[in-house]
Structures are given as structure tokens and as C-alpha cells.
């Protein structure tokens, strides 16, 4: 077995290891390799145009080399690939909207809770998607990410609730709000 296929069949947390290890550029080559496409997607769904995707997913990248030394294997690196680039993401939204960074979820009264709608997922898979598109844009960005994390993304509320350092009725929560807002944004578009 050749280096190069000694070093394709190295898990994800293997090869993190092996580039803290080391602080070799040319592994973490690899490790772009591995996941360019999976952040730039992600990037590209808070982003206004594709080379603003491009963009962030380099500064992921640049600020992930830095910070690689901060994972600790607690969850699987895909998980927390995901939630270091939604992080990224979300500063970077709110910087330019110049509002504060807020990671936690706006409480609702009990009346306001109570009027809510239990929107089903089905609904949700229904919508048209040029209205879905133009709705994702009209909600907060914490809010979009979460629609797409779970339902692009296909991720669990289990990993979830890893990403976002949250109890599970949390992201139960946080899931129903947003899917109440891109339902009432989607109604607002023409």
C-alpha cells in the first residue's frame, strides 16, 4: 500500500491528529479536499452570490487551520466541521448586518408559544422553490440555517443538539419557530 492510499484511508480524526501532529499544510490539502464541496454548500446558503460562497469557504478553511487544535473528538469532525463553519457563518451574516451575535433563541411569551403552528415537515416540501428561496432570505439567519441544516443537510436532531450546544426540546423549539417563520415569510412573497 502506497503513502497516498495510507493516507486516503485514514478517518477524518485520524488525519486532524496527524495535522495538529505535525502542522503539515499538505494534510490539511487533503482535508480541504475532503470537505471543500460540504462547506462551500453551506457557505453558499448564507450567502448572496456564489463568489461571496467562495469566499467564506476560504476564510473556513484559513480560520479552521488555526483552530483545528481546538477539536477534541467528543463528536465525529463532520459534526463539528458543520458547526464551526454555521458559526462562521452566522458572525458573518450578523457583522454585516451590524446587529449583535446572539446565540440565544429570542423566548416567546406563553400566548405568543401558543399561537404558534405546528408546521408539518410535508408542508414544507411542498413549497415552490423559487417562493422557498426568496422566503429563506426574508427570516433571520439563525433561523435559516437551522431549515437548512435539517432539511438540506438531512442532519438529525441528535447531532443537532451537538452543534448547538442545546437540549433536544431546544432544537425542537428553535425548529417549530423557524418553521413558523419561512411559512409566514413564504406567504409574504408574490
Given at each position: 500500500?502506497?503513502?497516498?492510499?495510507?493516507?486516503?484511508?485514514?478517518?477524518?480524526?485520524?488525519?486532524?491528529?496527524?495535522?495538529?501532529?505535525?502542522?503539515?499544510?499538505?494534510?490539511?490539502?487533503?482535508?480541504?479536499?475532503?470537505?471543500?464541496?460540504?462547506?462551500?454548500?453551506?457557505?453558499?446558503?448564507?450567502?448572496?452570490?456564489?463568489?461571496?460562497?467562495?469566499?467564506?469557504?476560504?476564510?473556513?478553511?484559513?480560520?479552521?487551520?488555526?483552530?483545528?487544535?481546538?477539536?477534541?473528538?467528543?463528536?465525529?469532525?463532520?459534526?463539528?466541521?458543520?458547526?464551526?463553519?454555521?458559526n462562521f457563518c452566522v458572525n458573518?451574516?450578523?457583522?454585516?448586518?451590524?446587529?449583535?451575535?446572539?446565540?440565544?433563541?429570542?423566548?416567546?411569551?406563553?400566548?405568543?408559544?401558543?399561537?404558534?403552528?405546528?408546521?408539518?415537515?410535508?408542508?414544507?416540501?411542498?413549497?415552490?422553490?423559487?417562493?422557498?428561496?426568496?422566503?429563506?432570505?426574508?427570516?433571520?439567519?439563525?433561523?435559516?440555517?437551522?431549515?437548512?441544516?435539517?432539511?438540506?443537510?438531512?442532519?438529525?436532531?441528535k447531532e443537532l443538539m451537538v452543534?448547538?450546544?442545546?437540549?433536544?426540546?431546544?432544537?425542537?423549539?428553535?425548529?417549530?419557530?423557524?418553521?413558523?417563520?419561512?411559512?409566514?415569510?413564504?406567504?409574504?412573497?408574490?
Amino acid at each position: 500500500m502506497s503513502d497516498e492510499d495510507v493516507l486516503d484511508a485514514l478517518s477524518d480524526e485520524e488525519l486532524v491528529a496527524k495535522i495538529v501532529k505535525n502542522n503539515d499544510p499538505d494534510l490539511f490539502g487533503r482535508l480541504y479536499d475532503r470537505y471543500d464541496q460540504i462547506v462551500y454548500n453551506k457557505c453558499y446558503g448564507f450567502a448572496k452570490s456564489e463568489d461571496e460562497a467562495k469566499d467564506l469557504t476560504q476564510d473556513v478553511f484559513l480560520k479552521l487551520f488555526i483552530k483545528l487544535r481546538s477539536f477534541k473528538g467528543q463528536s465525529k469532525f463532520r459534526t463539528w466541521l458543520y458547526s464551526f463553519t454555521y458559526n462562521f457563518c452566522v458572525n458573518h451574516v450578523n457583522r454585516n448586518k451590524e446587529r449583535k451575535i446572539s446565540d440565544k433563541a429570542k423566548s416567546l411569551s406563553e400566548d405568543e408559544d401558543r399561537l404558534m403552528v405546528n408546521v408539518p415537515d410535508e408542508t414544507l416540501f411542498q413549497l415552490r422553490l423559487d417562493k422557498l428561496k426568496q422566503a429563506l432570505e426574508m427570516i433571520p439567519p439563525e433561523d435559516k440555517s437551522l431549515i437548512l441544516l435539517k432539511y438540506q443537510d438531512d442532519i438529525p436532531i441528535k447531532e443537532l443538539m451537538v452543534l448547538l450546544d442545546i437540549g433536544e426540546s431546544a432544537v425542537k423549539m428553535r425548529l417549530k419557530r423557524a418553521k413558523n417563520r419561512i411559512i409566514e415569510a413564504y406567504h409574504k412573497v408574490r
